[in-house]
């Protein structure tokens, strides 16, 4: 097979190369639960709801459930298609809860992830509820020029027995 060096296959090559170096890059630590389908697309991967699984890294315990859209054709197979900003979270307790050594942030970002081809993130930020003892978590996107205001929040709360450290 031969692949010919025009300028709309090195365009091609380059655009492939650059998505899967983005998506190498994004260093945000999930674990795919599952996805469903909701549009069949003839060509390239259906758009479909994604679920992923994010451990707290400063607390044991605690597991962040994401749900949010993922878009499929070929824009989406080259990494190329901008995700829509819509997302829903779900933590719960999944084992004894435990805290590090270091107190944690009153407010701070868990997670991001790249939901676009570079302008675009879905972020987890944790906040600390100290008068309830309670954890709380909430998802949003953002855009380098316009965020938006859509977001889903939820909330863990701790034994009484298990005060939260906080700074």
């Known amino acids: 097979m031969t692949i010919s060096h025009t300028p709309r296959n090195s365009l091609k090559y380059h655009a492939v190369a650059l998505a899967l170096l983005l ?4 260093g945000a630590s999930s674990e795919s639960i599952g996805e469903v389908d909701t549009v069949f697309k003839f060509l390239g991967p259906d758009h479909k709801i ?10 044991s315990g605690v597991t962040c459930y994401v749900s949010r859209a993922k878009t499929g054709g070929i824009k989406g197979a080259l990494g190329l298609a901008e995700d829509r900003a819509e997302a829903s979270i779900a933590c719960r ?4 809860i435990s805290f590090g050594v270091k107190p944690l942030a009153q407010q701070e ?7 676009s081809l570079v302008f675009k993130k879905l972020r987890v930020v944790r906040l ?21 205001p859509q977001n889903s929040v ?13 700074k």
């Open 23 to 26: 998506s190498a890059c994004s």
């Open 50 to 59: 994604v679920i992923d699984a994010y451990d707290d890294p400063k607390v």
């Open 93 to 96: 307790q999944t084992g004894p």
């Open 109 to 115: 970002e868990m997670f991001s992830e790249r939901i």
């Open 128 to 148: 600390v509820d100290s008068k309830r003892n309670t954890l709380v978590y909430l998802t949003y996107s953002d855009r380098l020029i316009e965020g938006s």
């Open 154 to 166: 939820t909330a863990v709360p701790v034994p009484a027995a298990t005060m939260i450290p906080v």
